[in-house]
């Protein structure tokens, strides 16, 4: 069943100041991407030397997601172009790697069917280093997860292995007022799963400022440097330890389990939430901390994720 009480909070919405501590990196460009970051299908082939409408949009996207910032400051033409120079090349080899792909440097058509999947605000790669590619890798090892035994692979960390202190293994969290109870009740058993499976225990409070997680759903430019792109493209970011903020793009359509063309907000909430306990995004992709996913699909935690978590607070 969709939020259908979602979008008439937000379109009679109130104004809020709230302080806000960023902690993401500021190689994250703060313009937002085109809407649904719709790709051309006469980019399937483009390769080095081409100059065909639309490779700005490759661009675009690359640059958001990290993997044309190194060559920002030295970098003599314009990302705004159409031409496929060598530097384009480079940041899609880089992008396939990070996604298991051929490594060719050409848009091919898996290339541009990853682009073109709606995902995580979080760059894939933070001051020139590919996070998801970064993390320790834990061979013939295997965790029991809900009656099954799961080979654990790749997770990864952001810069610095930033985490909640061992004191502070209670969390809570709130949400923006008005938030409609069908959120709140979803979101929650999320919170839910991550505590059955670490260290940590969560509880909701009513007192939004004060928690140590706050939840909101928000649009466009709302002030943390990351504004979100309308329906699909972006659909939700959280923040590294310990800042605490949970945004989800109130443009999409959200939903309780597989709903076609809706997002399911449980899904997406163990996403941003492996986030605020301190994961980066995994190249695994079953894993819950893998970037993307499509509307009309559920997933839960993975082997990757829980060994991630773990190895990050050094759990037994």
């Given amino acids: 069943m969709a939020f259908e009480t979602l979008l008439s909070f937000l379109t009679t919405s109130f104004f809020l100041v709230i302080v806000l501590f960023p902690l993401i990196s500021s190689s994250h460009p703060k313009s ?18 081409d100059k065909v409408e639309g490779i700005h949009q490759v661009k675009e996207y690359l640059q ?6 190194n060559y920002v400051q030295n970098y003599s033409k314009s990302f705004d172009d159409d031409e496929f120079d060598g530097v384009l090349e480079s940041a899609i080899k880089t992008y396939q790697l990070n996604y298991n792909l051929k490594a060719t440097g050409t848009i091919n058509a898996k290339t541009l069917d990853l682009m073109s999947r709606p995902r995580c605000g979080f760059a894939d790669i933070v001051d020139g280093k590919t996070r998801m590619k970064s993390g320790k890798k834990m061979v013939n090892q295997h965790r ?25 293994s209670h969390l809570t969290y709130g949400f923006l007022p008005g938030t409609p109870s069908k959120a709140v009740a979803t979101i929650g058993r999320a919170f839910k799963t991550w505590g059955a499976n670490t260290h940590f225990n969560f509880s909701q409070t009513s007192r939004y400022k004060k928690a140590d997680i706050k939840i909101s759903f928000e649009t466009g430019d709302h002030g943390d440097g990351h504004s979100f792109d309308g329906v699909r493209g972006v659909i939700a970011h959280g923040f590294a330890p310990r ?74």
Wanted: with cysteine.
């Fill in 32 to 49: 937002h991407l085109s809407n649904g970051l719709v790709f051309l299908k006469n980019l399937n082939g483009c390769k080095k030397g």
């Fill in 64 to 69: 958001h997601f990290g993997y044309l910032n």
């Fill in 144 to 168: 029991k997860i809900n009656g099954h035994f799961h080979s654990v692979s790749h997770y990864a960390f952001f810069d610095g292995n930033p985490k909640w202190p061992a004191s502070k």
């Fill in 243 to 316: 800042d605490g903020r949970l945004h989800f793009d109130a443009a999409e359509s959200w939903a309780v389990g597989a709903i076609a063309d809706s997002f399911d907000l449980e899904t997406i909430a163990l996403h941003e939430i492996g986030h605020l306990l301190g994961l980066y995004h995994s190249s695994i992709e079953r894993a819950i901390m893998w970037p993307s996913i499509m509307e009309g699909s559920t997933k839960g935690l993975d082997a990757d994720d829980i060994a991630g978590i773990n190895a990050l607070y050094n759990a037994n």
